[in-house]
């Protein structure tokens, strides 16, 4: 799977943007998607993830009711609309595929929030909010 993020940007605090994250190569609609972000000096943090249906969705807390992640299937990319942007937002942001419908584990509730569980990913794309 080859998957490239677009979208990205400088806005001011407060302001929205939408990330897309096209994919080829293989059957999309197949995979989890994900994104993630990272900031300068810190470690790559999960944002949010999507099943392959679209029927699964988990958010990161510091997202949770300003970020929506979706995907399109017959257009094989996957969403990110970011609203109310803060400056502690900005970094490099990643989508990310898994070779499954959802990624689990037997040890773990949140497998789905590690680097590890994917297998696939995008080249990133910069956010910046202004103050």
């Known amino acids: 799977v080859q998957l490239a993020e677009s979208g990205g940007g400088v806005v001011q605090a407060g302001g929205s943007l939408r990330l897309s994250c096209a994919a080829s190569?293989?059957?999309?609609?197949?995979?989890?998607a994900a994104w993630f972000r990272q900031a300068p000096g810190k470690e790559r943090d999960f944002v949010a993830v999507i099943s392959s249906t679209g029927g699964t969705i988990y958010y990161a807390e510091s997202v949770k009711g300003r970020f929506t992640v979706s995907r399109d299937n017959a257009k094989t990319t996957m969403y990110l609309q970011m609203n109310t942007l803060q400056p502690e937002d900005t970094a490099v942001y990643y989508c990310a595929a898994s070779l499954s419908p959802f990624p689990t584990v037997a040890y773990s509730n949140n497998y789905y929030s590690e680097v590890a569980a994917y297998d696939y990913w995008g080249q990133g794309t910069q956010v910046t909010v202004s103050k």
């Open positions: 190569g293989r059957t999309f609609s197949n995979y989890a």
